[in-house]
């Protein structure tokens, strides 16, 4: 089934291949069991076949975000993520997590932890694993935290790299002095007004932290009845509807057989919507002189 009504790609006449893209730091969000970790496993592997350096961020508690890159088994048994990496805390800051009363760097250099525990995945992509980290708030600081802290500041603002983050839907790894490096937020909703609430609430958030620049993505979309709930919820909120991705058996099959999309049913419907977001956040990234904020938000 082909959803081509929506297409986001339509504002531009270029395609991605006419310029040199400038990297774009993609968060995506949403309720859990929406599709987010497919979204953004399968378009940081999109972005690195086009040869892109890209970095992707598992950002969620439930750190599925490797096994759905394709990262091996045996690797993905010895990630330690780096919320739990004692000895790169101490390293950092000066102190151990847990240790009362110690005085700690709360802005340490982390400019070599994205290559030095980034884990490698297929095409290319690099992981970092970020484990969980406090809400924000007064109070809430502490040496693994100023550590993760400092990590988001790097990647999202001071390296080059292409950046696909997932998140959970708090938000939770983004603070104000990181929010500035989040050129996208990508909410991705299913036919249900459980996810649409929460987009709602992650699109208040987002304002909140003062991200801008936002967009839905409608994911397991089965036809266009539910496509027409989904707008509509969307416009209520009100969030631009991007892409819209159809409910794909070969996709529940590859989560089922522990396999990425994109290596078991690479010519899938879904993946090929996945692949026509791809292009519209490259196109919007040859021209950032113009305001990407002015093409998403209605």
Same mark, same amino acid.
């Given at each position: ?63 599925? $975000? *490797? %096994? ?5 088994? !045996?690797? =993905?048994? @010895?990630? +330690?993520?780096?919320?739990?990496? #004692? ?86 790894? $983004? *603070? %104000? ?5 989040? !050129?996208? =937020?990508? @909410?991705? +909703?299913?036919?249900?007004?459980? #996810? ?103």
């Amino acid at each position: 089934m082909s959803f081509r009504e929506v297409d986001p790609r339509s504002a531009w006449h270029t395609t991605a291949e006419d310029e040199c893209a400038v990297p774009l730091k993609l968060a995506i969000a949403g309720k859990g069991g929406v599709g987010k970790t497919f979204v953004a496993a399968s378009l940081a592997r999109i972005l690195a076949r086009k040869g892109l350096e890209t970095i992707a961020i598992d950002a969620d508690p439930a750190m599925n $975000l *490797g %096994r759905s890159l394709g990262v091996a088994q !045996d690797k =993905l048994a @010895t990630i +330690v993520p780096l919320s739990d990496n #004692s000895d790169l805390i101490a390293e950092k800051t000066g102190a151990r997590p847990g240790e009362m009363g110690s005085v700690f760097n709360v802005t340490p250099n982390v400019s070599d932890v994205a290559d030095r525990y980034g884990v490698e995945a297929p095409d290319g992509v690099r992981l970092l694993v970020m484990g969980t980290v406090k809400s924000g708030g007064i109070g809430c600081m502490c040496p693994a935290n100023a550590l993760l802290r400092a990590l988001m500041r790097n990647v999202l603002i001071e390296r080059k790299e292409f950046v696909v983050m997932d998140m959970e839907a708090g938000l939770e790894h $983004l *603070g %104000r002095g990181t929010v500035r490096g989040v !050129d996208l =937020l990508l @909410t991705v +909703v299913e036919p249900g007004n459980q #996810s649409l609430d929460t987009a709602s609430k992650i699109r208040r958030l987002a304002q909140d932290l003062g991200i801008g620049r936002m967009a839905g993505i409608a994911n397991k979309v089965r036809g266009l009845k539910e496509m027409g709930f989904i707008r509509e919820r969307l416009a209520n909120i009100p969030l631009t509807l991007c892409s819209v991705i159809p409910f794909d058996l070969r996709v529940t099959e590859a989560d089922m057989l522990g396999l990425p999309a994109i290596d078991y049913a690479p010519a899938s419907p879904a993946l090929k919507e996945v692949e026509a977001l791809s292009e519209w956040v490259l196109m919007s990234s040859d021209t950032p002189d113009e305001p990407r904020a002015g093409r998403l938000n209605a």
